[in-house]
């Protein structure tokens, strides 16, 4: 038996194991000069499975050292300044701190007997969020007032906030009596723009909702929600005698950044009494800006908000929250089970706000965070990695090529937020070699390691994308890492390219 492993409570052992852990991973980390290895999945695949799972290694310095080669020496490292590709977040260390408590303490935030603190620490969280965004703490329709519950991220934010605006939309008496549930479902609609993130789709597939429930809106030249464009779609929703059930602004497309115009959209929610829900994943971070926090004006008229604390508070994953403007919806994801939450507890609970039971104190993470640097810290470096975006595109744009060969970098357009669209295409190249090529030096630069971005299509069309979210990376980080796109460009376009040139 190993007793000694089954608790922390072990005190020496733990100590010593968990600083054996921070010697390896920050001494890994010391040496790290690039951001990845790209080493492929049939090299690195051979070396998982030849572990033998049966055979345990006996102490954890031999699975350590075991460990880097399986995992350590070929991750992904998002603090590095050759990192631009998708939207993760360098992590602030108070919140590594907090991790080790999050899981060394293990409380559950489903109810009061497993929790204590942590329920209380996670409320008060949720309700500097809501002030954040501005709701109201007594509004006329809503009887309690703002509130809210931490979510494993993004999609499950989304996915609970337009559940409830399902359990409203049915309670204000749109299903149609005549009909069964299944029918009625099928009339419900959901708006969001072309740009929007796909869990939108894949929550209404999960709630059942019909195949056409998601109704793309279109965009104007910055893709942000055309307001025009959502007004017909809801009239010719309504003509056709389907019903509106929810709007999905984005504050921060995944691709562009672009931020729909918020109050356009709760004028329309409100005139046609629609649920209006914002999916700020990646805008939330400007909720605790100081200089941009405008940006997101209107965003207090929501029905609910999704915040993702793992892409701009730079928390580690996973970290994200649903907040919604009256407390009573989240009565829609409320259940009782005698052997955990009966009706007649009356000690606070988190488990009746949440789709999950069991969950981590995620939120701890945030506090930590909060307590030693504050929120002005991380506003600014999310403002910071802003101010990069747009000098990399005001770079992008003026830039002439190298050694008099002429412009060969083309950008899609001014950043909306810390993303940066752009190609290689030098002069003479057409756009359906361009479409090929940009992926082709995606994966060049993956298979070197040494820079990666992200690949995306606009309107049709292969773009690259650099997201920046690394408050430390400075305009010659990025440059590098445009300089490794234009090597790898020219080298395809000279050499490799012949297939594509036809
Ligand atoms: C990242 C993102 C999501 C999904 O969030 P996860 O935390 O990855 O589940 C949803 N919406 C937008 C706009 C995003 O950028």
């Known amino acids: 038996m190993h007793e000694h492993l089954f608790s922390p409570a072990n005190a020496e052992h733990y100590a010593t194991t968990m600083r054996e852990g921070v010697d390896v991973l920050a001494g890994h980390l010391a040496g790290v000069t690039a951001p990845a290895t ?49 939207l993760n977040c360098p992590v602030v260390v108070p919140a590594l701190l907090a991790e080790l408590f999050v899981s060394g303490v293990n409380s559950s935030l489903d109810t009061w007997d497993q929790s204590v603190g942590a329920t209380l620490v996670e409320r008060r969280l949720v309700d500097w969020t809501t002030d954040l965004v501005g709701f109201p703490a007594h509004d006329d329709g809503c009887t309690h007032g703002p509130d809210g519950v931490f979510t494993s991220g993004g999609t499950q934010s989304n996915l609970q906030a337009l559940l409830m605006a399902r359990g409203e939309t049915f309670l204000r008496g749109h299903a149609d009596p005549g009909l069964p549930y299944a029918e009625s479902l099928a009339r419900f609609r959901v708006f969001c723009s072309r740009d929007a993130h796909f869990s939108v789709q894949k929550s209404a597939t999960i709630l059942g909702l019909g195949a056409d429930a998601v109704v793309p809106v279109d965009v104007d030249a910055r893709h942000r929600m055309d307001p025009v464009a959502l007004e017909r779609a809801l009239h010719r929703c309504l003509a056709a005698g389907d019903v509106p059930m929810a709007v999905v602004a984005t504050a921060g497309t995944t691709d562009l950044g672009a931020i729909d115009p918020l109050g356009v959209v709760a004028d329309l929610c409100a005139e046609h009494g629609v649920w209006m829900h914002v999916d700020a994943a990646y805008g939330g971070g400007l909720l605790v800006s100081r200089r941009r926090r405008h940006l997101l004006d209107g965003v207090e008229r929501a029905d609910s908000v999704t915040v993702d604390f793992h892409k701009t508070f730079f928390q580690p994953v996973s970290a994200s929250a649903v907040v919604v403007r009256d407390a009573d919806v989240l009565r829609h994801v409320t259940y009782h089970a005698d052997y955990l939450n009966p009706r007649t507890a009356n000690l606070p609970n988190q488990v009746d706000k949440s789709l999950q039971t069991t969950r981590r104190f995620d939120a701890l993470k945030l506090w930590m965070t909060l307590r030693t640097m504050g929120a002005d810290a991380i506003g600014d470096g999310f403002d910071t990695v802003i101010d990069l975006a747009h000098a990399t595109a005001a770079w992008l744009r003026d830039d002439t090529g190298v050694d008099g060969a002429g412009r060969d970098l083309e950008l899609r357009g001014e950043p909306s937020l810390s993303t940066v669209v752009f190609r290689f295409r030098p002069e003479g190249v057409d756009e359906d070699v361009a479409d090929v090529l940009n992926p082709r030096i995606r994966q060049a630069l993956w298979s070197g390691g040494r820079a990666i971005v992200a690949g995306t299509k606009v309107d049709g069309r292969s773009w690259l994308k650099l997201t920046l979210l690394n408050p430390a990376s400075t305009l010659d980080d990025v440059r590098a890492v445009v300089d490794q796109v234009r090597a790898a460009g020219r080298d395809l376009l000279e050499h490799d390219l012949e297939g594509a040139q036809r």
Do not use: I, Q, S
């Not at 699975?63 to 990192?83: I, K, N, Q, S, T």
């Open 38 to 86: 790209g080493r492929t999945v049939a090299d690195l695949a051979a070396v998982v499975d030849a572990v033998d799972l049966d055979r345990p290694l006996g102490d954890a310095a031999a699975a350590l050292e075991e460990l880097r080669e399986v995992y350590l020496r070929d991750a992904v490292w998002f603090h590095d300044p050759g990192y631009a590709a998708h």
